[in-house]
């Protein structure tokens, strides 16, 4: 699992520092660090938390097709 | 999603450590009481069961603070009060544990008593303060901006 550059993309271009998305979402500052580090996996439920507090789908911010060419 | 609770990332690693303590913790108990059984005494009970104790939990303790599932995202810090009254808990077991092992040092044994009284509470005491330590210091991390 790679680094989720567009995540971290994503949060920059709304402002938010990790610990405002962490905070926004309800979980620790070091889980959206593992996260956009790859080192984490998320839960559904996470990820939609995520994409609803940074306005994108869940495609746009956790899809890896694109990234492998399968898609 | 809770904010007082643990996350996701944290339970999930939470739960791993126990497993993996709960069977550690087994195993040496096991193997303490085949020692036993064979005559072989490597510490004086209830040391030898504290010191399996401590390394059960200790691992256990070390790895969830390690790994940032020990305070939750929305612990926030204590108040006034709060702290008071924790300071006056951590004085009084300092000063019972500092009585204690001067009173044990001067009088030697007490009468049936193995004399590891005080090396427990000492080594309680010191444990205690190190993970009040640790949650201070996961709480200043945690609410630091990235650099």
Redesign the interface.
Known sequence: MGKNLRLKASRAAKDMSQKQLADAVGVTRQTIIAIENGDYNPTIRLCIEICLTLGKTLDELFWEGDEHGEN | ???TNL????LQNKHKAGNQAFILLAFLLLADMGLQNYGIHWLEYPLSNYIIFLIGVGSYLVRIIWN?SYV???SGNLTANGRSLLGAVLAILVALCVITAAWMGSSGKTSGGTGAGPVILMISTAVGLVILGTVFWIRRR?????A
């Open positions: 999603m809770g904010r996350d996701e990332r944290q940032g939750g995202p929305g945690n609410n630091r901006e990235e």
